[in-house]
């Protein structure tokens, strides 16, 4: 069904995106969210430089963004070529309904079709993979709906004997979702994986979290020790549940208007600093608001992402042309299509 735009003075403020006029020095997102179809999309479309099968290859640093599908082997093979991965980091859709709606990004199919398409981009994914090679999935989990699909993308990674599990990592949000009857929702599920050996660099979990607690004492070469006195770093190690990571939303700077539930730069460059060196090829399925790319030029890492659709495949090249130009790894208030910067102001598109 086709979205509709709505003027802004039909909502309540109870509605609107958190508002605060300039005339009080603040500010608010000039973006609808881009995963919407509808007239925004329309909009938006003539200024998007690459269609289905399409990629722009950067003449700087060599990265290529397509518009492709991650589930057929013959777009992956088109993007990748030769060459293979050290590390994959994918973000796909979680089968989980995003803000009360369901989108061609963020959709909600049958489990049966859901787990389809996931077992056709995965095996995509392995084929694009060195030899020895990291694999991290994003994945989300309904407790509406049975908490699918993680345990079920779980079984189905059962069924590739290139994979071994490695660990599940927990986001903590700083923003969730809850009700009054139930425990407010603020995870998200990070799965990982590895194909053949490869290296894993601790020296990159390693937050700016300070320890301050004392404690686990044992005997190293005859003399009791406690862990601040053995530790190599006067920082705390991330694990497997991520708490010094603020979710991105529009009042960070990497905030990429228009992109609903993109994931934080710190994370994604966590993964690239622990899975990959500088200069080696890292690809992302699902590019989305172009996060991987930003952190993969950051990192002086090599960045190969394509997305199905090409508003999100265009938002991924202008960010990286915005990094390069301003240093600002996103718009956070400002819009990343300037082009119809009047219309996007007269409307809350839904």
């Known amino acids: ?54 990629i722009w290859e950067d003449p700087v640093n060599k990265h290529k963004v397509g518009v492709l599908d991650a589930t057929k082997p013959e777009d992956v093979e088109k993007i990748i070529g030769g060459e293979k991965a050290k590390l994959v980091i994918n973000d796909p859709p979680y089968n989980v309904v995003v803000g009360n709606a369901n989108t061609t990004s963020l959709f909600k199919m049958s489990l049966k079709k859901y787990l389809e398409f996931s077992e056709k981009w995965v095996r995509n994914a392995i084929a694009a993979m060195d030899k020895d090679a990291h694999f991290y999935i994003w994945i989300g989990t309904d407790y509406r709906d049975n908490f699918q699909p993680l345990p079920d993308f779980i079984i189905l990674m059962r069924e590739f004997k290139e994979l071994k599990p490695q660990n599940i990592i927990t986001m903590r949000n700083q923003r969730g979702y809850g009700t009054q009857k139930n425990w407010m929702w603020v995870r998200q599920e990070l799965l990982y994986y590895v194909k053949g050996n490869p290296n894993f660099n601790v020296d990159a979990e390693y937050t700016d979290i300070p320890k301050i607690l004392r404690g686990y004492y044992k005997e190293v070469n005859g003399e009791i020790t406690e862990n601040l006195e053995r530790s190599k770093s006067k920082y705390i190690r991330a694990g497997n549940v991520w708490v010094d990571i603020q979710q991105v939303f529009y009042r960070m700077e990497e905030n990429v208007p228009g ?30 608001s172009g996060t991987t790319l930003i952190a993969g030029e950051r990192l002086k890492r090599k960045v190969y992402t394509f997305d199905i659709d090409p508003v999100f495949a265009e938002v991924t090249i202008r960010r990286l042309e915005h990094f390069r130009k301003t240093g600002k790894t996103g718009w956070q208030w400002q819009n990343p299509f300037p082009e119809i910067e009047k219309q996007s102001r007269e409307y809350r598109w839904i």
């Open 1 to 54: 069904m086709k979205s509709k735009a709505i003027p802004l003075s039909l909502f309540g403020d109870e509605l609107l995106i958190e508002k605060e006029t300039e005339e009080k020095g603040k500010t608010t997102e000039k973006l609808g969210r881009l995963d919407f179809l509808g007239e925004l999309r329309e909009k938006i479309l003539p200024f998007c430089r690459l269609k289905y099968g399409e």
């Open 259 to 288: 992109c609903y539930a993109q994931k934080p730069l710190k994370a994604i460059e966590r993964i690239l600093l622990s899975a990959s060196n500088e200069k080696e090829l890292v690809v992302d399925f699902f590019a989305h």
